[in-house]
T-cell receptor, first 118, second 110 residues
Framework: NAGVMQNPRHLVRRRGQEARLRCSPM?????VYWYRQLPEEGLKFMVY??????IDESGMPKERFSAEFPKEGPSILRIQQVVRGDSAAYFC?????WGSGTTQETQYFGPGTRLLVL | KNEVEQSPQNLTAQEGEFITINCSYS?????LHWLQQHPGGGIVSLFM???GKKKHGRLIATINIQEKHSSLHITASHPRDSAVYIC????????????FGTGTRLTIIP
């Protein structure tokens, strides 16, 4: 059973270009979380998605950032018109369907995508 | 304000020493996670706990819900344990987004 997969692992973009980061959750997992780790800072929540639904995007910057998790295929985090401040490691994590809503589930993290904006 | 604080920020110890990393949080949680991040590497989930104590090999995690405090212990530490250890909490059943501490950088010297 493959773990959470992210690609690319490293991405270099020039200012103004678009960055697309992909996350394939573990088999059987339908919950995806995106987190960002800025240089020398801690991890911060960005967005929580289930298949075809954005559940919580309270951590997403208001402009230029969007995320989706289609019925088929990976989850995509899209950053338009990148700026140097977007340089960071972007991690996704997945968890399985929870049952009654009274328990937490372990999140399994992908290896991350390191984005460098020149 | 939901805050997660870890101590110490940096810890250097000799191989074989018993290690303790602490985590405090400010409001009630649904679960607390301990994560490990190696330099330039990914993140591994070590423990998820909402009460009591869990053990896996040389690692032990405890949580005191009343005091809003958790500890991660490493027995017989080894240089390969050198990593950043991150405490993270979830607040809501059904939306398990995590709030992270700033991490503890552990270095074990042979």
């Amino acid at each position: 059973n493959a773990g959470v997969m992210q690609n690319p692992r490293h991405l270099v973009r020039r200012r103004g270009q678009e960055a697309r980061l992909r996350c394939s959750p573990m088999k059987g997992h339908s919950h995806v979380y995106w987190y960002r780790q800025l240089p020398e800072e801690g991890l911060k929540f960005m967005v929580y998605l289930q298949k075809e639904n954005i559940i919580d995007e309270s951590g997403m910057p208001k402009e230029r950032f969007s995320a989706e998790f289609p019925k088929e295929g990976p989850s995509i985090l899209r950053i338009q018109q990148v700026v140097r401040g977007d340089s960071a490691a972007y991690f996704c994590a997945s968890s399985p369907i929870w049952g009654s809503g009274t328990t937490q589930e372990t999140q399994y993290f992908g290896p991350g995508t390191r984005l460098l904006v020149l | 304000k939901n805050e997660v604080e870890q101590s110490p920020q940096n810890l250097t110890a000799q191989e074989g020493e018993f290690i303790t990393i602490n985590c405090s949080y400010s409001v009630g949680i649904s679960a607390l996670h301990w994560l490990q991040q190696h330099p330039g590497g990914g993140i591994v989930s070590l423990f998820m706990l909402s009460s009591g104590k869990k053990k896996h090999g040389r690692l032990i995690a405890t949580i005191n819900i009343q005091e809003k405090h958790s500890s991660l212990h490493i027995t017989a530490s080894h240089p390969r344990d050198s990593a950043v250890y991150i405490c993270a909490v979830g607040y809501n059943f059904g939306n398990e987004k995590l709030t992270f501490g700033t991490g503890t950088r552990l270095t074990i010297i042979p």
